[in-house]
């Protein structure tokens, strides 16, 4: 094992650390039990061969060229006429080929740092970072239904990805908490990620001036240093496809990309709306879009970290309504990890994504059909990968629980099977005669506990005693794990005299403008 | 696409037929569209390494010498004996590579005719086929709850299964009529296959005068010497496991080997109760049963048909209950795929399994843990792909219909992505300026119809929408599809005079003994 599977591992952490980190590590020791990055060792699910690979980076070459793209924001318009583009009014064309040259200096893989360091995580290569969702303005629960989301929704759903061994990354958006002034929103949630939680964490993208908050708040809790030597945060730019970045997310790019922040790079595409109806379309516009947004970040800051992202959905022709879980998605999906692998650079898709009200079986089928492709093709980083539902409108507690005890699975899945003797099983074989069972062996005896995976909320008893307590369906059950885990939740520890800088900085800021919704 | 590729797509059929195949084929034509044979595009998902098959390969051959496998059956033990190997009592115990020996007259791959020509399915190779669920005594529907199922519910899951596209396969027991007399209910059974639907049949096993029914019946409708030429039925032998063969089983299956009729031996098995704990001890066992029992079949007719099969489930260690979409059976599924592989015989595992007691959420997650292993690993025949609830016990429509629409995407998936000019979109692209949209360029137009798959029974529709139809989830809505499936079918077409036989041989034999119940 070397010192990045280590760190992917999560068993780096105290023991190479000095004595005030020590100190610092033993403040902020987890209470809850995390899982490692996910580490893959079965192979990759791949769609396109070489030749076609080839076709999709030549013509995202030519979309570049003929096309170009449109950047919204003066600065950056600059930045790229000095950099040798080819700009007019707010559209920028590139010659063949000076998009990847600018995406060398992006790393392969980067760690980004959490509050608790045995949490970092690393991004890139095998491994796969799984993050909950992320944006929905309304929330979902078994008992109280649809509304609304508020920012105790926030926290709770925030401790609830703190708890889930299997969900790496506190995420960031987890659902918007529209009880909150728009203006001062990103400040509550980006305090409540650091105090409720000691995952890493996202930022926030909707004002340059809330990103450059977020960056202040991460020096408060990392160092000032430390935040402009390592990424302490990841977060999310969506280009406007087709074709598009706007003023605002370049505002919160440069921002980011200047502080040495991590951020994806996605373009976010209903297909046959804003992008060809192909799924070899999709991923050509998608390619030449991710191209140039991760250039312009190597322009502000070379080897600043970035993530080569794509979200793209199917739609529905009858209504224009995006639908998931489709295949056609999931192709573009397996293609664009393979162009990603092929630029060297993180990939960030999939997710637990779905177009179902409820957490019924629609919303389990389609999220299992885009959760496959993404860990078998090679994702790296999985936004919205619990708790996502209704196409993203909603954020919902117990599809959350669900989820997260599939991506617990697939990870011991991709953890391959053990070949070693005791996996091999030949003694308790020779325990026992044709026709007698094995229970009582003493194979099965000394692997019995850890032997199967068990599952959080899945009924496997008898129908009866399922129907002696209530006939209750997973939704419902799932509700119970979320009430519990709610009454049984332990914040991380903190150092104080952080927590209260923190707090402060976010009452001055509050107090310094008034409450605006936008 | 060579004969075997038009065969499986479903594309040979009539025009290579004389005069007296081709009018028979006019009268049996389809009614339904159904799909051709899932053809797998995408690379497999393997989980073993050569070196570790070899050590898998190693034991099993450990275990046949010096364990062996108990065939309960006085002919079977006569027949290994004058094969060579060692008999004592009911056991037999096998020189290493014998019974690989004797599995090398095993066809590949092999056409398992339909009464509708263009339904027949190659079974082998890089093919999929989708059979129904088999086997449960049970039956739920959204309206009727969970009830012993019955002859009326048996025929409608025929029908339902003839109707679905994505099912290529009729099935067998696809719950158990328990209405019926158990002596008399094959009849009714494979008749009602033979009737209701034109796809390809399972035949009995549960003795072996009832397997004897099965090609009789066989023999009515496809022609007395074509089915001693031709596989018309494939059938289900589970070995006892751990490492026996009962005389039930072997009695049919040496009805069936003699007919040339295929049939699938399974080790089906709950592993640490029939198995070691451990996913590669599991995997030992299987390999070692099913060498025995399929190089058995080559002892009766070299060259008949067989499928290597495999059902494992994990269990709960504290109830004993079998639990199902853990990863541990996940990795047997794809171990043995290899080890399949590897021996030149087409493979069958898999199955929309679950525990769960309704279609809701547990089931669809549980559901697709097995799917996909199962489509991405290389399964060729793939028994209880749609309609499995509760472990096996319950037969249910809804599910039928649910599963079945997610494997119409499985398939559509493996299909992979197209390249060609129209896939790569660049006049679509070359349409729009950025910020435009797609949705009037004349190539999503002319792509509008066919570029993304529609779902039968997702709801896309907004919330509002949604709510407005009475917020119902997928388990309600599929029942509806049940019902307007139910009220539309129409039966094949068949040779009256055919028909006519058959119902007299039904007759017959169930006048020719009194009702029995075992």
Redesign the interface.
Known sequence: MNNEQEAASGRRGRSKQGGAASRRAARTAAVHTSLPVLQRN????????PE?LE??EA?AE??LQ?????FRDEEALAIWKDAGADVQGS?VRFEKGMCRQFCQTLPSEFEQFARNRERNVIIGGKRTVFAPVYGPPFYRDFESG?RYATIEDFQNLVKLAYMLPALHHSGGTVCEPVDVPVNKRHLDMVYSHLRYSDKPIMGSVTAPERAQDTVDMLKIAFGEEFVDQNACSISLINA?S???FDDTMLGALKVYARNNQACIVSPFII????????????M??ALAEALAGLAFTQLLRPGCPMVFGTFAA????Q??????????P??VLL?MGQLARRLGVPFRSGGGLC???????????????TL??AV?GGVNFMLHAAGWL??G??SSPEKMI?DA??LH??Q??QG????DE?????S???E????????G?A??QA???T?????T???????EQ??AEG?R???ARANDIFKKMMATYQAPSIDPAIDEALRAFVDQKKGAEPDMNY
Not at 42 to 49: D, N, V
Not at 271 to 282: D, E, K, N, Q
Not at 355 to 369: F, G
């Open positions: 079965l192979p990759l699910m791949e769609i396109l061969s076609s076709i999709v013509n030519i979309l003929e096309i170009g793209i449109e559209r649809r406007n087709p074709m598009v297909a046959g709306a804003m992008s060809p109806v192909t799924p070899l379309g999709t050509t516009q199917s739609m529905s022709m209504t224009g309504a995006p639908t998931f879980g489709t295949p056609e999931a192709m293609g177009a179902s009200k409820t957490p019924d079986a629609q919303a389990a089928y389609e999220t299992m059909n496959y492709p078998f209704e196409g409108l909603v669900l005890d599939n699975m697939l011991i899945l391959g099977a053990a070949t005791n996996a091999q099983a030949m308790g074989i020779r026992i005669e044709p026709g007698a069972h094995f229970l062996t194979h099965t692997n019995f506990e032997a199967f995976y068990k599952s909320y899945a009924d496997s008893n008898s129908f399922w129907e006939s369906e997973a939704f």
